[in-house]
């Protein structure tokens, strides 16, 4: 069965600073995705990461996919406020279109 | 133009009742989902459909029974609620993984409270 760990679970950081949140997955996979969700919302789509050495950066958030290492990466630059949310990986094992959600981390950016 | 939307967004009902959460999509995708986050936030997949034919049934009560009358289409219906039901039940829906992305697209949740 596929397992999707991120980490840290929770991160509190201070606006300015930079923070890489981890994405480890258990079996073969050349697609992962990442969510952001804020409390209460729904699920919106930040990045698409389809082969191994993909990377992709909106504004302040680049994401990275190293497939050997079943390894994804969410980097924060210069944290602002507004990028307080919990943000997901989620894992394309390629059996049906059945995508495996990570743990999710809470980010938490202070003044 | 709202792309994947769920009614209701509040349920609250006994134990016991039955109840019908219904959901569209209306940007063309093949395949809808239905996945369940529970109070820790994790998500979980429940169903999936492709063309209105079930594909993905996970390990869920009986209970839940999904239904798609066509392909724009996915409602879910539990019997029986339990307190355990308590939860926030997303419907998605992507293009097939074929030569697309396979990219979820999510409606905006129903937060189902059993009492």
């Known amino acids: 069965e596929l397992k999707v760990e991120q980490n840290p679970l929770f991160l509190s950081m201070q606006e300015g600073k930079n923070y890489t949140i981890y994405c480890n997955y258990s079996?073969?996979?050349?697609?992962l995705y990442w969510y952001r969700q804020d409390p209460g919302k729904s699920l919106e789509s930040l990045f698409v990461l389809l082969s191994n050495g993909a990377v992709k950066q909106e504004g302040r958030l680049m994401a990275s996919l190293d497939t050997k290492a079943r390894l994804s990466t969410l980097h924060i630059t210069a944290a602002v406020h507004d990028l307080s949310a919990t943000y997901f990986c989620a894992v394309d094992p390629g059996t049906a279109s059945k995508l495996t959600f990570g743990t999710g981390t809470r980010l938490q950016v202070t003044l | 133009d709202t792309a994947v939307s769920q009614t209701p967004k509040y349920l609250v009902t006994q134990m016991g009742n039955d109840k019908s959460i219904k959901c569209e999509q209306n940007?063309?995708?093949?395949?809808m989902y239905w996945y369940k986050q529970d109070s820790k936030k994790f998500l979980k997949i429940m169903f999936s459909?492709?063309?209105?034919?079930?594909?993905i049934n996970e390990t869920v009560p009986n209970r839940f029974s999904p239904k798609s009358p066509d392909k724009a289409h996915l409602n879910l219906h539990i019997n029986s609620l339990e307190l355990g039901d308590s939860a926030v039940y997303f419907c998605?829906?992507?293009?097939?993984?074929?030569?697309?992305?396979?990219?979820?697209?999510f409606g905006e949740g129903s937060r189902l409270t059993v009492l």
């Open positions: 079996t073969t996979s050349d697609r």
């Open positions: 998605a829906s992507s293009f097939d993984r074929g030569g697309n992305t396979g990219e979820l697209f």
């Open positions: 940007l063309g995708h093949d395949t």
């Open positions: 459909y492709n063309n209105k034919e079930l594909i």
